[in-house]
C-alpha cells in the first residue's frame, strides 16, 4: 500500500516521479541532458507507439535499410521444408529399427541353426514365452496398443523365420527394350490356378489323369506334394503332373505341409470338410499370419472348426476338426478371402447336397468365375448369379489328358505387346472362356489390336495408332493391374482404375509421372516420366509389368528379376529377343549311359 502524506498536497498537485523516483520538474530532466529511453539501448518490440523513442528497423551504420530478400517462386516453401525436416527425422529412426530388426532375426535365427543341429524345432517354446513376456512388460510400460503389440511381436518372429533377403549388389537387371514392330510367336503358359484346380479334383475323387504342358513352378510343386501326403498317388516330371487314381484322399490323423501359396491350403481345407475327423495343417512363414480366424465365421455353418495350434500366432499350423451336420447354404461375411471363396466353391460337389454360396464380393466372383470353369469341364453343374454360386453335388468326369487353358494374366501381356511396339504376335494354347478373358480382349480391342481367336492359338495384331486417350478399368483386377498401368504410360492421357493399388502408386511416383486420383480412378496425364535407381518388385507379375512399362518408360532396373524365372521360366529368354521372338534353345539334359562301368584298377 502507498501511503500519502498531508503535507504533499492533493495527488493532482503533486509533480509526478517516473520510475526512478525523479521528478518531471528536477533539474535533472533537463533540455540540456537525454532522457533515459534515448540513452538505453532500443527494444527489439517497441510496443509504446510512435514518438517514444526510436524503433529498431534492422538499419546498418549508415542508416540504410536492408534489401528485402528476393522470393524464389520455384524453391520449397515453408511446410515443404519441414516436411522434409520431420522426414528425415522419422526416417533415420526407421533405419535404426530396421538395424536393430537385422540384429534380432540374426540371433534367432542362429539359436535355430543350433536347435536344428541337436534334432530340434527351430523355434524354442520356453525363449518365445520369455521374449513374449518382456515384450508386453515394455509395451505396457511405455503405454502401446496391447493389440498391435502382439501382432508386432509376431511379425518380428517371422523375419527370423523367413528366408533372408539377399543384399542387393551390382547394377540390376535394367529393362530398355527395342520398340520396334514385333513379329513373333510361342506356346503360352497354362493357367497355373487352373492346373492346380483339376489336380486337386482328380485326386478328390480318385480318376486318373496326366496333365500336360505344366510349369512346374513352387505352386504346382507344393500341392502336388500336398496331396501325395493325403495318399495320392501323384507323380511329376519337368513339364507333367500324372494321378495314377484308384483311391481317394485321406485326411484322418495327417499333418499336412502346404507351402507358401494360401489357394493350395484352402483347397486341401476345403477338400477335408467332406472327411469326418481331425487333420493338421502348416506351411512355410508367410502363412503363419494368415488370418485364419476369419474363416471361422463360415466353418461353423459347414459342421468344422479351425483351431491354432500356435496362440502367439493368427495363421498356421491349425487343427481342424470337423464331421458335423452342413448346412445347404453359407452366406460368406465380406472380409473373407476371395481365395477362400473359390477353394469352397471347388470342393462343393463333396458336401452331401451341394452347397450354395452367397455374399460374393466382385472379386470373389471373379475367383469363384474360375472355380465354375473347372467345375463344368468336370461335369459338375454349378449356376453362378450376381452374387451367389449353387454347385450340386455328384461325382467328376476328368478326361485322361485334359485341356488346359491359358493363363489369363501371362498371356494378356503377350497380347498386349503390339500395342506397346506394334506388330503381331501368335500364342499357342486355348484362350479361356470367362468373363475376366473377355474384359482383356475387351481393353485390347478398345487401345487398337485385332484379336483373332481359334481353338488352339490366338492372334492379336496392331491397326493403325494408339488412341490419344483411353479409359483402362482393367486395373480394377490386382492381377491385371501391372498390364494396365502399362497400356496407360504408353498412352499417356488415360484413366486407369485402381487407384487404391499402393504398387502402381509407388511406381507412378518412382518415374515422375503426372497423375491425379479421382474417386478410385487414376488419371495420368501426358508428361515425360522417367527413372532413377533400382526396384525390388513385390511379385513376378508387377516385373513382368515393369518390362512392359519399358517400352514407354525405358531404363527401368529390377533388383529381383530372377523371381519370374522361378514364375515363368521362357518370359526373359523371349523378352529379350524381341522383335523376333526366336529364343536360345534349351539345354539338353545329359543322358546317363547305363553301358558304362567303373572298373577299379589295384
Not at 502507498?2 to 533540455?31: F, M, Q, T, Y
Not at 511405455?142 to 509376431?154: H, N, S, Y
Request: aromatic content about 6%; proline content about 8%.
Amino acid at each position: 500500500m502507498i501511503k500519502i502524506r498531508k503535507e504533499d498536497g492533493p495527488l493532482e498537485d503533486r509533480p509526478r516521479r517516473d520510475a526512478e523516483g525523479v521528478s518531471d520538474e528536477s533539474p535533472r530532466n533537463g533540455a540540456d541532458r537525454p532522457r533515459r529511453d534515448d540513452r538505453r539501448p532500443p527494444r527489439k518490440f517497441d510496443k509504446r507507439g510512435p514518438g517514444r523513442g526510436p524503433r529498431r528497423d534492422n538499419r546498418d551504420f549508415f542508416g540504410r535499410r536492408p534489401e528485402p530478400p528476393v522470393q524464389d517462386d520455384d524453391g520449397p516453401s515453408k511446410a515443404e521444408i519441414v516436411t522434409g525436416q520431420r522426414c528425415n527425422d522419422i526416417a533415420e529412426i526407421d533405419d535404426q529399427i530396421l538395424g536393430l530388426l537385422e540384429k534380432r532375426a540374426f540371433l534367432i535365427r542362429k539359436e535355430g541353426a543350433w536347435r536344428k543341429s541337436r534334432q530340434k524345432s527351430l523355434v524354442d517354446p520356453q525363449l518365445e514365452k520369455l521374449l513374449r513376456a518382456a515384450f508386453d512388460r515394455s509395451a505396457g510400460r511405455l503405454g502401446l496398443d496391447a493389440k498391435l503389440t502382439k501382432q508386432l511381436f509376431t511379425l518380428l518372429n517371422q523375419f527370423s523365420l523367413a528366408d533372408a533377403r539377399k543384399k542387393f549388389e551390382g547394377e540390376g537387371y535394367k529393362l530398355a527394350p527395342r520398340v520396334e514392330p514385333i513379329s513373333a510367336g510361342l506356346k503360352g503358359p497354362r493357367s497355373f490356378r487352373y492346373t492346380r484346380m483339376l489336380l486337386a479334383m482328380a485326386a478328390s475323387s480318385g480318376a486318373s489323369a496326366t496333365l500336360s504342358p505344366v510349369t512346374m513352378n513352387a505352386p504346382n510343386k507344393d500341392l502336388a506334394k500336398a496331396l501325395k501326403q493325403v495318399d495320392a498317388p501323384i507323380h511329376w516330371d519337368d513339364d507333367f503332373i500324372r494321378n495314377d487314381g484308384g483311391r481317394t484322399l485321406e485326411f484322418e490323423g495327417k499333418m499336412v505341409f502346404v507351402g507358401e501359396d494360401k489357394f493350395n491350403f484352402y483347397m486341401l481345407l476345403c477338400l477335408a470338410l467332406g472327411h469326418a475327423g481331425r487333420c493338421k495343417f502348416t506351411g512355410k512363414p508367410s502363412l503363419q499370419l494368415l488370418d485364419a480366424a476369419s474363416l471361422n465365421k463360415v466353418l461353423p455353418s459347414l459342421g468344422a472348426r479351425l483351431v491354432p495350434m500356435n496362440p502367439n500366432n493368427p495363421g498356421l499350423p491349425v487343427r481342424l476338426e470337423c464331421g458335423g451336420a452342413m448346412d445347404e447354404s453359407v452366406t460368406l461375411p465380406g472380409n473373407v478371402d476371395p481365395d477362400f471363396a473359390a477353394a469352397l466353391t471347388l470342393a462343393a460337389w463333396s458336401f452331401p447336397g451341394g452347397l450354395t454360396i452367397k455374399g460374393l464380393t466382385r472379386e470373389a466372383r471373379d475367383r469363384v468365375a474360375e472355380s465354375v470353369a473347372v467345375l463344368k469341364a468336370c461335369s459338375i453343374k454349378a449356376d453362378l448369379a450376381k452374387d451367389s454360386v449353387s454347385v450340386s453335388d455328384g461325382v467328376p468326369v476328368i478326361e485322361a489328358q485334359p485341356q488346359l487353358p491359358l493363363s489369363v494374366p501371362l498371356n494378356a501381356m503377350l497380347l498386349a505387346l503390339p500395342a506397346l511396339s506394334g506388330g503381331r504376335i501368335n500364342v499357342e494354347g486355348a484362350w479361356p472362356r470367362n468373363e475376366q478373358a473377355d474384359r482383356v480382349l475387351d481393353q485390347l480391342k478398345a487401345l487398337g489390336l485385332r484379336i483373332d481367336v481359334a481353338t488352339e492359338n490366338i492372334v492379336a495384331t496392331m491397326e493403325g495408332e494408339l488412341p490419344a486417350s483411353a479409359d483402362i478399368p482393367l486395373g480394377a483386377s490386382p492381377d491385371l493391374m501391372p498390364m494396365a498401368l502399362a497400356l496407360a504410360l504408353k498412352v499417356g492421357d488415360a484413366r486407369l482404375s485402381g487407384a487404391d493399388n499402393d504398387v502402381a502408386v509407388e511406381l507412378l511416383d518412382r518415374m515422375g509421372a503426372s497423375y491425379e486420383i479421382d474417386g478410385d480412378v487414376i488419371a495420368l496425364k501426358p508428361g515425360r516420366p522417367g527413372w532413377e535407381g533400382t526396384w525390388f518388385s513385390p511379385d513376378p507379375l508387377w516385373s513382368m509389368g515393369c518390362a512392359l512399362a519399358a517400352f514407354a518408360v525405358p531404363g527401368i532396373v529390377l533388383e529381383n528379376h530372377g523371381e519370374v524365372t522361378a514364375t515363368w521360366p521362357e518370359f526373359w529368354n523371349f523378352y529379350n529377343s524381341l522383335p523376333t521372338g526366336k529364343m536360345k534353345p534349351k539345354p539338353e539334359r545329359e543322358q546317363k549311359d547305363d553301358t558304362r562301368r567303373r572298373i577299379k584298377i589295384r
